[in-house]
């Protein structure tokens, strides 16, 4: 398993019909579907009470950080799963993770304290968790087609849909439905490179005519739902106290 990530991440939001030509494309130039038995991808997002953590990733600073817990396919007790601290530094993205068995990365981070043979990053894990304060904030869901190539092995591709959220019962057992993101007629991909696009990447995107965008999924829940709904609930604890003070007086 590699633990330790270094590249660059560009995300572009597609129709249908261009995810399709990418897809054809794609398979043209010898790039294959991955396997991993089932696509559904789910991570459950750390963050502080008031979310700092999302807060200032939106504001796009020159350095951010995440802690994310990850499940691929559906998610139980003995479900491997990764604990992963996510960095993005002057556009590269640094990703650190440890695997552990969903139940017990579960009640480690709800305890603050991963174990030992979580090793040095085990360490960073808890130095976060201290730090910030963090807990289970948010759970991002959706069903991924990653593409690569032997040929390539410095470029994945993969294309995301049926993109949900939630932040009741955030727990990767829950089965509780989310709220969607995206549209169904749109999809997310991804580009994972060194940084340095290919000639043939390039002219396949120009083709296609896709346009690159800053997308965040933790991001777009958090501005689109989790903020409205804390300010709504502000104000209803404004009203209440004003209506209280009112009637006392």
């Known amino acids: 398993m590699q633990e330790n990530f270094a590249r660059v991440e560009t995300k572009y939001l597609l129709t249908l019909s261009q995810a399709a030509a990418m897809e054809m494309g794609l398979m043209r130039l010898g790039f294959e579907r991955m396997d991993f038995g089932s696509p559904r991808v789910q991570s459950l997002y750390y963050d502080t009470d008031d979310y700092t953590l999302i807060r200032l990733s939106l504001e796009r600073p020159a ?5 994310r817990l990850r499940v691929y ?16 530094y002057s556009g590269v993205v640094y990703k650190r993770r440890t695997e552990m ?5 579960t009640d480690a981070l ?6 030992e ?24 869901s959706y069903d991924r087609d990653a593409w690569f190539c032997r040929e390539q092995p410095g470029v ?22 989310g709220i969607s993101l995206l549209p169904a007629d749109q999809r997310l991909m991804e580009i994972k490179t060194d940084g340095i696009y290919p000639l043939w990447l390039v002219q396949l995107l120009q083709e296609t005519e896709v346009q690159r965008t800053h997308f965040s999924k933790y991001g777009l829940a958090y501005q689109r739902y989790i903020r409205p709904h804390a300010a709504e609930t502000e104000r209803s604890a404004v009203n209440c106290s004003t209506v209280f003070l009112s009637r006392g007086a």
């Open 110 to 115: 709800l305890r603050g304290w991963m174990p």
């Open 156 to 177: 994945r591709i993969t294309f995301d849909r049926n993109l949900t959220f939630r932040d009741w019962e955030p727990d990767l057992n829950s089965r509780a439905a």
């Open 73 to 88: 396919g559906e998610p139980g007790t003995l479900t491997q799963s990764f604990v992963e601290i996510k960095k993005k």
């Open 63 to 67: 350095y951010k950080e995440k802690l």
């Open 117 to 140: 043979k979580a090793g040095q990053i085990g360490r960073e894990v808890q130095w976060m968790m201290h730090r910030y304060g963090l807990h289970p904030a948010a759970v991002i």
């Open 101 to 105: 068995p969903l139940r017990e990365a």
